[in-house]
């Protein structure tokens, strides 16, 4: 899977997860560029993106995702 591939599939899922279809990531897109992305939110993200892969994180490696290109990058290494 490329990361391509992931950063799309990820898309779909923020868009599911904040019922906002018009919803465009970048590599670059941060918590802060997303309306309504907070703790709460973050957990529901996590736990649909390690459902979707088939992948765990562990709390220190989200504590390392800083943007979207960050959470691609890690899927990719689980998914590797």
Known sequence: MTESQI???LNAI???VFNDD???LTPATTAADVP???SLTHVTL???VEAHFG????AAELE????IG???HAIARKKG
């Open 7 to 9: 950063l799309t599939e």
């Open 14 to 16: 923020f868009r599911d």
């Open 22 to 24: 018009s919803l465009t």
């Open 36 to 38: 309504g992305w907070d």
């Open 46 to 48: 996590t736990v649909s």
């Open 55 to 58: 992948i765990k994180f562990r």
């Open 64 to 67: 390392e995702l800083h943007n």
């Open 70 to 72: 960050d959470f691609v």
